[in-house]
């Protein structure tokens, strides 16, 4: 089971998100469905279906004393940063809640935990992805939109298909309690 815990925006808000392709230009590329965009707290990786329960434990251990915050976004760009774009993206700020509760599940979930720095930790929702090797294509566009609440975070599954992933709600983890 590949699974990664994530942050998702009101439907509303990620449909303002996916708006976004629309006011630039752009290479052949498959928008991200709207019900997919969320923001990656924290890929785990390939778990066996007997550890889920205890990845949900451990999920909830580390939002426990986190309070639900809000998240702006900030740049409309293309990822990774060197070489051929494979995604378009959606930047968003680094408010102290959502980097202490990723330092947590890292610190928690990570096989290797001094590999994932805190200062390479950058928050975005893919809102599209560009097909094959990438994509040559300059993006960076400072964004002036609203902010959203993260009151919760999810464990998702993640099924991998020639046409896309299909995301799967495992377990849903409220902060503040």
């Not at 509303?12 to 928008?31: I, K, M, N, Y």
């Not at 960076?140 to 020639?162: H, I, K, R, T, Y």
């Amino acid at each position: 089971m590949r699974l990664f815990v994530a942050a998702y925006p009101p439907p509303s808000f990620a449909a303002e998100l996916q708006a976004l392709l629309g006011r630039v230009e752009l290479p052949d590329h498959r928008p991200t469905p709207a019900d997919q965009v969320h923001l990656t707290l924290f890929f785990v990786g390939e778990r066996q279906p007997r550890e889920l329960d205890d990845v949900v434990d451990t999920v909830a251990a580390a939002c426990r004393g986190i309070s639900s915050f809000r998240l702006r976004p900030v740049l409309l760009t293309a990822l990774p940063a060197r070489g051929p774009k494979r995604t378009v993206v959606v930047e968003c700020d680094r408010p102290a809640p959502l980097v202490e509760l990723h330092r947590r599940l890292v610190h928690r979930l990570a096989r290797e935990p001094r590999v994932h720095s805190e200062r390479d930790f950058l928050p975005h929702c893919t809102i599209a992805r560009f097909p094959g090797a990438g994509a040559d294509c300059t993006l960076a566009e400072p964004l002036q939109l609203g902010d959203f609440e993260v009151g919760a975070v999810c464990v998702m599954s993640s099924d991998l298909a020639p046409t896309g992933a299909t995301h799967r709600e495992r377990a849903r983890v409220e902060l503040g309690a």
